[in-house]
């Protein structure tokens, strides 16, 4: 069989649906603006149809707030420490249109926050297979709405922590005096470092303590308007790795690594630097990757189609 | 003359007006609902018109959002160090409808932040005349929409800094995924002492970095719905007050003086205690009497009506 699996990454915003080919690499990707809090007339059912419309059968694979409560089927979460293969055996199924099956992926639950994550689960699942040995201990940082700190050991996910940076900023850019109304820049690398130097000056007190200073810079002339959201963006992530270090969800010198989207990555390696950690970029598509290794352990691929 | 002054307390979304006695007592209260920010047709000028309509002619002396840029005229900032008598001799005078004269008080700025306050200068202006010794010092907390933590001594505001928990509180309530779609809560104060207690567990990381909890609580059943909300504003005072000790704000065992609205003061009581600061609410209105001292040292007042 050409096409042993179709793999959706189905977050609260927005939906990639993969067809993969018979060696577990993704042969088409579509994305699609629906997440699970947008979705169109027909709802979870209809974004579903059109995601993998004239694509082979095989079998579905999903994971993200898909299946959140509120999302298409709740998939309970599993509790760390969770080996990643236990991931294989609590699927959710649904049945889904044009006769296919859907499997839904738990999310995680670390009852010491509590915290909780749905799709980066999957994350972690195609990163480790990919480049942390089995046995291996490893820091990982998941930058982005709800950035992750996930602690990996032996191929499990011993705990994690969320830090809502992302959302925080957008919250802030889009309907606080900091951000409201101000014109969009065109990008300003200095502003950014210069947020990210005052989280650093902040010390213990933290970048929040220094939010107010972004209008007050504005105010003053020193920092243009369109410039605010990315004095912004290197204050919020410099804040976000100094909690990290205060709640040693890190230390410094331990090697953390950053998966995610190119940009968002490129930002907390510079602002890593800053703050004395040892971070580097995963590369690729982990979450393509890590939904063809939950499907292997699964058994939904055809024997044949194993990588 | 029985009505020497009156006063606008006018801020980026409500304003206050007072017809004052002959004493500098408060006659007559409006509470209209135009901020700076929400205007009816016809601007300033018409909501001045009807926040004075009727009332006797008099000198009007406003502080606040007013006087921002944006606001109906600049009124410059003064940079602290700053004796409070100073406001009085920088007044920015605007003319209004009615044959009218507005004055309007400059904002303070702190280079150090930098950071820049409208408004509260006033208040505190009323505090110092009303409770603090001439040649004392004194720490001030202004908790609100964006908290002001103040130093003061000998008459003078010697630096201050903004934190914007109230701001913080609100978009995340209203925009993001802690709060949106939540339901309307009869009011927990069980969940707040608990959002205290999260801020206070999470020692030098800092209330941000168990924010995804209250989802997290949610999720799981022990945190109702509509009791997110006082779960977070516990979150937040109390990561405020952590940033205040961090930051040399305030030092635990140095009385703060909490000036506001009641019910936000006995929030702030209320979080202080558990994280070993002694703090006391000031009594009274304490715009209205700064918008007094402030105009009797500038010579606004007919000389027989100065108290």
Not at 31 to 58: I, K, N, T
Not at 191 to 210: I, K, Q, Y
Not at 229 to 253: C, H, K, N, T, Y
Request: with cysteine; glycine share 14%; net charge negative.
């Amino acid at each position: 069989m050409n096409t042993p699996l179709l793999g959706l990454d189905w977050g609260s915003t927005r939906l990639r649906a993969y067809r993969f080919d018979r060696d577990g690499r993704v042969a088409e990707t579509r994305a699609l603006p629906w997440g699970s809090r947008q979705l169109p007339d027909g709802g979870f059912a209809e974004a579903f149809a059109r995601a993998v419309d004239g694509w082979p059968q095989a079998p579905v694979l999903a994971c993200g707030m898909v299946g959140s409560r509120g999302g298409w089927r709740e998939a309970p979460y599993l509790d760390t420490p969770c080996p990643l293969d236990r991931l294989a055996g609590a699927l959710t199924p649904v049945d889904a249109p044009g006769g296919r099956r859907l499997h839904v992926v738990p999310g995680l639950r670390d009852p010491a926050g509590p915290d909780v994550m749905r799709g980066e689960e999957t994350q972690v699942a195609g990163v480790i297979a990919r480049s942390i040995a089995g046995d291996g201990e490893a820091r990982l940082l998941l930058p982005g709405t709800h950035s992750k700190w996930v602690r990996v050991r032996e191929g499990a996910v011993v705990g994690f922590h969320t830090a809502m940076t992302g959302e925080l900023f957008a919250v802030l850019r889009a309907h606080s005096i900091l951000g409201a109304g101000l014109p969009e820049g065109p990008g300003d690398a200095d502003a950014f470092a210069r947020g990210v130097a005052a989280a650093c000056e902040s010390g213990a007190a933290g970048g929040l303590s220094r939010l107010f200073s972004a209008r007050a810079l504005m105010l003053e002339g020193t920092l243009p308007p369109g410039s605010v959201a990315d004095f912004l963006s290197g204050l919020l992530i410099g804040d976000e790795l100094r909690m990290a270090l205060a709640a040693d969800w890190v230390a410094p010198g331990v090697p953390v690594k950053v998966i995610g989207e190119d940009a968002l990555c490129a930002r907390y390696l510079q602002a890593a630097a800053a703050f004395g950690l040892a971070v580097s970029a995963a590369a690729g598509p982990a979450t393509a990757h890590g939904l063809w290794q939950v499907a292997s352990a699964a058994g939904l691929l055809d024997g044949d189609s194993r990588p």
